[in-house]
């Protein structure tokens, strides 16, 4: 059932999602799906985005800006100006909902109004649950959002009371048929496209720089056989900072296509148009398998996406290639087997399988439960 405003008697209940924004586009990709899906099954649920300044990545901000819902900048103030900055900018919340930033739950003991805090974290990078378990005592629930085949973490055993099993947060009725895609974007119906974000490296320079050297370089190697190939490059906000020092000015090569920071929609149009999409982290990775788009992944250089590139080796949903393997040479020989029609169209298929989808639904079902409980029951 779809609330209305007069549904609680109170007007709209003010609800800030907080992303972590140091890194890549992730976990501001996730919550705007369920931002959305929250905006639809409740219309008094008023969304703001908070972004932490503490290592704010400009590609986030810009990405948050336009997706349309209101942005705020959450300070980072020195002692004696903080309680009052932070309420200037949080005093008014009635609901959190932070993803992966959990030093922010400190905040809370400063605000009043402030009636739950739900957070979402990321698998363990190593010993991060456990260290941050006094931190999470002072959430009210927490969110799961991994498929089936990667288990809830013992670190987040002893929160089993206030916890809730999700899955991915996927927009699966939003993602269009590739056809609808291309029209969307302007790409040619007739070419085979593969398409990759390198984001500005947000898994570090040596990282970066050697996928999307390997990428470029491949793609060169393939094309002469291939004529009707394309490269995508998106989520490129300064083509100078990360043009590889051995290949010509990107968008001089013949066949690739550079754009900046797209917004999500658009994002999410690319990745349902490509033949190929090469996969660096979690949210590429589960919204390539809701379009059924195949894969080729280099996992990031962190533990959830190392997991995440075991799994999808072990069942045959993708091609996986370890960094340290990544050459153009290396890279074009993974492109052509993962292009191929048959067995790519079965990877994808495992893919689809391994992730699965309903965890925004269920997400939504859970937050909706909280604010009842918490925020409604004590208006």
Known sequence: MVRTSSDDGGGAI????????????????????????????????????????????????????????????????????????????????????????????????LLPRLRAWISLPMLPLWDDLHMDWPLLEHVDHILYTYPAVMPVPEELERFRDRLTVTGPILDPLEMPSKEEARRH??????????????????????????????VVGGYRR??????????????????GAIQPPRLPPLDTIDGVTVWGTLAPERSRDSIAAADLVIVEGTTTLFDAAT?????????????????????????????????????????????RDALDPDRSRQRADRLRALVG???????????????????????
């Not at 290639?321 to 050459?327: C, F, G, I, S």
């Not at 309903?358 to 604010?371: E, F, K, Y």
């Open 14 to 109: 003010n609800v800030m999602v907080i992303p972590s924004v140091s890194g890549g586009l992730g976990h501001v990709t996730r919550t705007l799906k369920l931002a959305r899906g929250l905006e639809r099954a409740d219309r008094s649920l008023r969304i703001i985005y908070g972004l932490d300044e503490v290592g704010l990545r400009p590609i986030n901000r810009e990405a948050v800006a336009r997706s349309g819902f209101p942005l705020r900048i959450i300070p980072n103030p020195v002692r004696h100006e903080r309680d009052a900055r932070i309420r200037e900018v949080m005093g008014d919340i009635d609901v959190v909902i932070e993803d992966t930033n959990r030093r922010l739950i400190a905040h809370r003991s």
């Open 291 to 335: 379009a059924g788009t195949p894969v080729l992944m280099v996992p990031g250089l962190i533990y959830e996406t190392f997991l995440e590139g075991t799994l999808v080796d072990e069942y045959g949903a993708g091609i996986v290639m370890r960094p340290e393997e990544v050459t153009a040479r290396s890279m074009a020989v993974k492109m």
């Open 185 to 214: 974007l302007g790409l040619d119906p007739e070419a085979r496209y593969i398409v990759y974000a390198p984001r500005g490296f947000p898994f570090g320079e040596w990282f970066g720089r050697r996928v999307l050297s390997g």
């Open 357 to 379: 989808e309903g965890g925004r639904d269920a997400a939504v079902a859970a937050i909706g439960r909280v604010i009842d409980e918490r925020v409604r029951s004590a208006s």
């Open 222 to 239: 393939l094309t002469p056989k291939q004529p009707d190939l394309r490269l995508l490059l998106t989520a490129i906000p300064d083509r």
